[in-house]
């Protein structure tokens, strides 16, 4: 009887401890966004740090901690942190697409691809995942496949006004001046300072 008494009292200061470390990893989460948000990149990175040691399976604090070191220009351990967080949780779309932005960014445009692709399989639903996919294709002059992924993002959201632009470059870049000149409107529709913004007003 007594051994028994020890178990569950072994199993619930188990819980317990397991308890009281997700709340400190969701803690120091949240200490993370709040300096993240006043570009404190050096303890941002410290909290998410913190709140992965606590809990590694936080696929957030993983994804954040990989944008305060890119805030930083630690490219390498910043790659290493969003390869964590598709690791961690490989159904998370923004991980995906987290990965594949750090790879556009770097030129890397067939390796961010696949990222891209991974994101939508894990939620074929993400209109960013297919937007950001759209431009992928598009810095290859993959125009028809391009085209086709701002298209399906438009299809799920038809607010996403750089969907849209995108959408009108892509068919410029394609001679498709009638497409190009209604896509722009319906962008400039949406956001009326687009023009603005790209350059194609002053």
């Known amino acids: 009887m007594r051994s028994l008494v020890f178990f ?13 470390f997700a709340e400190d990893s969701t803690a120091w989460y949240d200490k993370g966004v709040e300096l993240l948000n006043q570009s404190k990149y050096p303890d941002a990175a410290a909290a998410f740090r913190n709140a992965t040691e606590l809990d590694p399976n936080n696929t957030w604090a993983w994804l954040n901690l990989g944008k305060a070191m890119q805030g930083m220009n630690w490219f390498t351990p910043s790659y290493d942190a969003f390869k964590n967080a598709t690791t961690t949780d490989a159904n998370n779309t923004w991980a995906w697409i987290f990965r594949g932005n750090f790879l556009q960014e770097r030129n890397q445009i067939p390796q961010a691809i696949t990222m891209y692709q991974n994101a939508i399989k894990s939620d074929q639903k ?20 391009a085209e086709q992924a701002f298209s399906d993002a438009i299809a799920l959201d038809p607010t996403n006004q750089w969907a849209w632009y995108n959408l009108a ?5 394609t001679g498709d001046y009638g497409g190009y000149a209604m896509n722009l409107r319906k962008a400039s529709e949406i956001d009326p300072d687009l023009p603005h913004k790209v350059g194609l007003v002053s």
Do not use: D, M, R
Request: hydrophobic share 50%; net charge negative.
């Open 169 to 173: 470059v892509v068919q410029k870049s």
């Open 8 to 20: 569950f009292t072994l199993l619930s200061l188990v819980l317990i401890a397991q308890c009281c």
């Open 126 to 145: 993400n209109a960013w995942a297919w937007y950001h996919l759209g431009t992928a294709e598009q810095a290859l002059a993959h125009y028809p496949e």
